[in-house]
């Protein structure tokens, strides 16, 4: 097994949902991810590989997270560092927005000597949203004006994502994600959204080292412990939860549009000292013709002072 980032640079705007279609988030959970390569798997004829692949262990995935130039970024860890800056009520307020640290930057920050603007100053200007105005035509009836959420990727910017795989595994994510990239991602994918290029390189030596080593974790995907994990999983674990949901994206699942059902997961930050595997679970309502999986399982990622 080896460990790659996967960047892509976008060659249109992009929609990915946050609930409204007003509104656009500059990132995409693992789920989405694992998603839409299932759906391209489907067309080859390799899907159940690919799942057979992810379930145990073969392919691992993690959320995608931004880049600037060379710097990637992976979420702020959601736990207390201890640090001696102590009182500068600014300087809390800075700690609190942080969103995601730089892959360099990760030994310092959880040293607690960490000056926040460096991490702000790198993640100012990778992109901006928009509104775009469009109008939904309705046959004998008034037409419908409605907006789309739009972001828009500077130039040098972009997601990554990191990906652990055996040689043969990452052939067929490869294969994969050429077909993915003239597909889309995101929302919208209709009006031409979400296309991109994307290059594979191996993973940083500073994200490596923290991969598959002992001590306190945080998980880089959104995930969800099993049923028999989730008593010792919750013991000394500091996280945020996110409700994932939305409509089945496979053509052949029903004639009309279905919801999955809605899965309550852990967010990529989210810190547990007692690691689970997770799994991929099926979110299918049992009203289409087939199952539909959600990707739950976590990338871990030391937490602990090198």
Same mark, same amino acid.
């Given at each position: 097994?080896?460990?790659?980032?996967?960047?892509?640079?976008?060659?249109?705007?992009?929609?990915?949902?946050?609930?409204?279609?007003?509104?656009?988030?500059?990132?995409?959970?693992?789920?989405?991810? =694992?998603?839409?390569?299932?759906?391209?798997?489907?067309?080859?004829?390799?899907?159940?590989?690919? %799942?057979?692949?992810?379930?145990?262990?073969?392919?691992? %995935?993690?959320?995608? =997270?931004?880049?600037?130039?060379?710097?990637?970024?992976?979420?702020?860890?959601?736990?207390?560092?201890?640090?001696?800056?102590?009182?500068? *009520?600014?300087?809390?307020?800075?700690?609190?927005?942080?969103?995601?640290?730089?892959?360099? +930057?990760?030994?310092?920050?959880?040293?607690?000597?960490?000056?926040?603007?460096?991490?702000?100053?790198?993640?100012?200007?990778?992109?901006?949203?928009?509104?775009?105005?469009?109008?939904?035509?309705?046959? +004998?009836?008034?037409?419908?004006?409605?907006?789309?959420?739009?972001?828009? !990727?500077?130039?040098?910017?972009?997601?990554?994502?990191?990906?652990?795989?055996?040689?043969?595994?990452?052939?067929? %994510?490869?294969?994969?994600?050429?077909?993915?990239?003239?597909?889309?991602?995101?929302?919208?994918?209709?009006?031409?959204?979400?296309? =991109? *290029?994307?290059?594979?390189?191996?993973? +940083?030596?500073?994200?490596?080292?923290?991969?598959?080593?002992?001590?306190?974790?945080?998980?880089?995907?959104?995930?969800?412990?099993?049923?028999?994990?989730? /008593?010792?999983?919750?013991?000394?674990?500091?996280? /945020?939860?996110?409700?994932?949901?939305?409509?089945?994206?496979?053509?052949?699942?029903?004639?009309?549009?279905?919801?999955?059902? +809605?899965?309550?997961?852990?967010?990529?930050?989210?810190? !547990?000292?007692?690691?689970?595997?997770?799994?991929?679970?099926?979110?299918?309502?049992? /009203?289409?013709?087939?199952?539909?999986?959600?990707?739950?399982?976590?990338?871990? =990622? *030391?937490?602990?002072?090198?």
């Amino acid at each position: 097994m080896n460990t790659y980032f996967y960047r892509l640079t976008f060659k249109t705007p992009v929609h990915f949902g946050q609930g409204r279609l007003s509104g656009s988030g500059s990132g995409i959970f693992a789920d989405t991810l =694992f998603s839409a390569l299932y759906i391209e798997a489907l067309g080859m004829g390799e899907a159940d590989k690919l %799942l057979a692949l992810a379930k145990d262990g073969s392919l691992s %995935l993690s959320d995608l =997270f931004p880049f600037s130039g060379a710097a990637c970024f992976v979420p702020k860890p959601i736990m207390r560092i201890q640090t001696d800056k102590k009182g500068d *009520s600014s300087l809390k307020k800075k700690f609190k927005g942080l969103t995601h640290i730089p892959v360099s +930057d990760i030994d310092e920050y959880i040293g607690g000597d960490y000056d926040p603007d460096k991490a702000a100053e790198k993640l100012r200007g990778i992109g901006k949203s928009t509104l775009r105005q469009s109008v939904r035509i309705v046959e +004998d009836s008034d037409n419908e004006p409605y907006s789309v959420g739009l972001f828009t !990727f500077a130039e040098g910017c972009g997601l990554y994502f990191a990906a652990s795989v055996s040689d043969e595994t990452k052939q067929l %994510l490869d294969r994969l994600m050429t077909a993915l990239s003239l597909a889309g991602i995101g929302g919208e994918r209709s009006s031409g959204l979400g296309k =991109f *290029s994307f290059e594979c390189t191996e993973a +940083d030596e500073s994200f490596k080292k923290r991969l598959n080593v002992g001590g306190k974790a945080m998980s880089l995907s959104v995930c969800l412990p099993t049923d028999n994990e989730l /008593e010792t999983a919750m013991k000394n674990a500091t996280f /945020e939860t996110v409700k994932r949901s939305g409509f089945v994206g496979s053509e052949s699942y029903a004639d009309t549009p279905l919801r999955k059902r +809605d899965l309550y997961c852990f967010k990529a930050g989210s810190v !547990f000292a007692d690691r689970f595997a997770g799994d991929i679970f099926d979110v299918s309502t049992g /009203e289409g013709r087939h199952p539909v999986y959600r990707y739950a399982r976590p990338m871990w =990622f *030391s937490v602990d002072r090198g």
